[in-house]
């Protein structure tokens, strides 16, 4: 195996039997055979995790998403196929997972050191930082069944934050606690992904965007895609909608296709026909120079009668993420009902706040419902492209301060 490549997974799946007693469910986590019959919770597939990939996995409930790590992480038998790792993996895929429960948070995180190769002298110098990083105070010294769930996250997280892993594997629902310490796990993602390699669950595509330089969708226990996290959460937000309203025709997709990201899906009841973003002129707006007053123009077309029309935008950055977004329902204008072959232009304006330099780009999408529970008709992805020429100095967005106080309290 190179030695840029730090997981080689070949024709890895996992099938359960169905409908099998308890003995022949047991006997079949030892068996390569497998019946016809059998729930296969991974098919097969191969994958390649390089030095410094970010890797969100991203699907549905049951998509097999944690299936696939627990077979990467050795953590589970494949049915098929095998895996090769190169480097000290460490995982928070389960709760309280390589933890005893009688045992003390001290002795756990020593348990949990020798579980991933420390030597001795290596985890009493660790041990501290890792209490530290876990902040759970006199809860430290006592068994770990008495903690709760979050003291649980906050004492794994700790252990593998600490241990000088080559690769992370996580399941993002389980790195939560408050809101400091999901900030300094974050934190110590960020950082850990400047040099390291992490595999990623998660359900939140902007996580995956920020985070991760790769993305792969599972649907159904099987690999669909495999690209670029934008193009990859674009084309993931498209098949939800595709799963929650009547189904109409879908290109199908294979892995690596660069095709996955189709610009555009929906039912086409509605249109939108063009888009333009205007200044206080009436003129084209292509460049941002600052924060400025515009007017979004986007000219939908009805092809069947619409009792509630509902037009959308949002604007991205270059990955991806979404900058800010409105909807007509937002902006309390409701509209008019529309007939087939009628059309309707539709004005937001906007005050954009400045934006740092780089390429934006507006989706925009139009719709019947409300805003919570509407059919999608046209979605399209970047239908308008903003440049910004400003350098803001901290941050993303310039939000000038109008005027600033002082008050000098004390005099000595
Ligand atoms: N021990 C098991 N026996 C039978 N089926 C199982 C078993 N474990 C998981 N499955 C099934 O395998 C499929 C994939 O499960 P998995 O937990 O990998 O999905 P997931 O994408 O991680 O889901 P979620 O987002 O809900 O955590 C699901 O349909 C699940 O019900």
Redesign the pocket.
């Known amino acids: 195996m190179s030695s840029d490549v730090m997981i080689s997974a070949q024709g890895i799946g996992?099938a359960?039997a169905l409908n099998a007693s308890p003995l022949r469910?047991m006997l079949a986590q030892f068996r390569p055979a497998r019946r016809t019959d059998d729930?296969w919770?991974?098919r097969p597939l191969d994958l390649t995790v390089r030095r410094g990939e970010v890797i969100g996995v991203i699907?549905?409930?049951?998509?097999?998403?944690?299936?696939?790590l627990?077979l990467l992480c050795n953590t589970l038998n494949p049915s098929c196929g095998k895996v090769q790792v190169n480097g000290r993996l460490a995982a928070l895929l389960e709760l309280g997972a390589g933890f005893n429960l009688d045992f003390t948070g001290w002795e756990n995180i020593r348990l949990s050191a020798a579980l991933y190769g420390l030597s001795h002298a290596e985890t009493e110098q660790k041990i501290g930082a890792i209490a530290a990083f876990a902040d759970i105070g006199d809860f430290i010294d006592k068994p770990v069944k008495t903690y709760s769930s979050g003291m649980f996250v906050r004492l794994a997280f700790a252990v593998i934050a600490n241990i000088d892993a080559d690769i992370l594997v996580i399941?993002e629902?389980l790195a939560v606690g408050d809101v400091f310490f999901t900030q300094k796990c974050m934190r110590f993602l960020q950082s850990f992904a400047e040099k390291g390699t992490i595999l990623f669950?998660s359900?939140d595509s902007a996580s995956v965007v920020s985070l991760c330089n790769r993305a792969i969708l599972?649907e159904h226990?099987m690999l669909l895609a495999d690209g670029d996290p934008k193009t990859i959460t674009e084309y993931y937000l498209q098949k939800q909608y595709f799963h929650q309203q009547p189904q109409t025709e879908q290109a199908p997709v294979k892995t690596g296709d660069s095709a996955v990201n189709q610009g555009e899906f929906g039912l086409k009841g509605l249109s939108v026909q063009t888009v333009s973003v205007l200044d206080s002129a009436g003129e084209p707006v292509f460049q941002l120079h600052g924060a400025t007053s515009l007017c979004l123009n986007i000219q939908i077309m009805a092809h069947q009668d619409t009792a509630h029309p509902l037009v959308g935008f949002s604007l991205k950055d270059r990955l991806g993420q979404v900058m800010f977004g409105g909807n007509s329902a937002d902006a309390q204008g409701h509209l008019p009902a529309l007939q087939a072959g009628q059309s309707l232009q539709v004005e937001f304006d906007l005050t954009v706040p400045g934006l740092t330099l780089g390429d934006y780009m507006i989706s925009v999408a139009v719709g019947e419902g409300n805003a919570r529970n509407h059919l999608m008709h046209h979605w399209i992805h970047d239908a308008y492209a903003l440049h910004s020429t400003l350098t803001v100095q901290s941050g993303m967005l310039e939000i000038p301060v109008d005027r600033m106080r002082h008050h000098l309290l004390s005099t000595l």
């Open positions: 996992k359960y469910q729930f919770a991974l699907g549905q409930n049951g998509s097999g998403k944690s299936t696939l627990q399941d629902a669950v359900h599972l226990g």
